[in-house]
């Protein structure tokens, strides 16, 4: 039975059918494993890369079932295992004497435990890999979900090779209750929600892009208005209105240009009002 042939349903459609068609395709042999390896490293060959894939999916459940006890669907387990054994298959090497299953299985557990970490609590109990480690393993040695009591602290510590205080910290996160931010409507109109001390007064995504968008716009604006001028009131404006330092004065202009200031001040309010109007029809 070709592999390739088979129609595999997703394990978010129905998972009961799901597992029995992915038990009902068989395992390669050795000699098959190694030559869809090898077509798959030299050729890119995706066809060998399916096969590899849908033929190993039992393992990917196999695996799953051991991480039931999190609360997370078995179904969203799988998936994520799935993704795991697919990247295993692209790093796959048949020439180092491994069959894939042994070297899939790393990769499966890595996907299937990042899952896992990101959505057991909205605050992250484990966010190094020391305490990644500590978090699986506590969860699988706690016989019941009692307090541990300092002979099992030290027992799990000697065993797992950490420090005491180390254990019982992991334990509290373990123990812990996410917190509602928002007050529920039974707490009543009075009641304040956490949410309401986490505020913050400085601008939001939306209202960064909202500003840089209008002073974007005005920039645009203002540099077409300012073409639309003739170079002569173009440089007073920019003397008077625009200048990085001290603005020049209308006898200073009057000076450069050979007229009275009375006659700079005039060009400079025909400029700005012709601006006005080129500004106001852009918006």
Do not use: C
């Not at 510590?157 to 529920?184: I, W, Y």
């Amino acid at each position: 039975m070709n592999a390739a042939s088979l129609p595999i349903p997703s394990p978010i459609s129905s998972l009961e059918s799901y597992i029995h068609a992915v038990n009902a395709i068989p395992m390669l042999s050795v000699e098959r494993e190694v030559e869809l390896g090898r077509r798959l490293r030299s050729e890119s060959d995706v066809s060998a890369a399916r096969d590899l894939v849908v033929s190993h999916l039992r393992l990917v459940v196999s695996v799953a079932r051991n991480y039931m006890g999190y609360g997370l669907p078995q179904a969203d387990l799988i998936q994520e295992g799935n993704v795991g054994l697919m990247k295993a298959v692209r790093r796959f090497d048949p020439e180092r004497g491994v069959r894939l299953a042994s070297f899939a299985i790393h990769w499966i557990k890595a996907e299937i435990h990042e899952y896992i970490l990101r959505n057991w609590r909205l605050v992250k109990v484990a966010t190094t890999k020391a305490q990644r480690k500590l978090f699986f393993n506590l969860r699988s040695m706690k016989a019941t979900s009692a307090t541990l009591t300092p002979d099992q602290v030290r027992d799990m510590a000697t065993t797992l090779n950490v420090k005491e205080s180390d254990v019982v910290e992991m334990e509290q996160r373990l123990q812990g209750h996410d917190l509602t931010l928002d007050p529920s409507p039974e707490d009543g109109e009075e009641r304040v929600g956490p949410i309401a001390f986490l505020a913050d007064a400085a601008e939001g995504p939306a209202e960064q892009v909202e500003r840089v968008q209008t002073e974007r716009l005005e920039s645009e604006g203002l540099a077409s208005a300012l073409a639309g001028l003739d170079p002569r009131s173009r440089r007073i404006i920019e003397a008077r209105w625009l200048a990085q330092g001290e603005p020049s004065t209308l006898h200073q202009l009057a000076a450069e240009f050979g007229v009275s200031a009375e006659r700079i001040r005039q060009i400079e309010a025909k400029a700005l009002t012709k601006m006005k109007g080129a500004l106001a029809g852009s918006r």
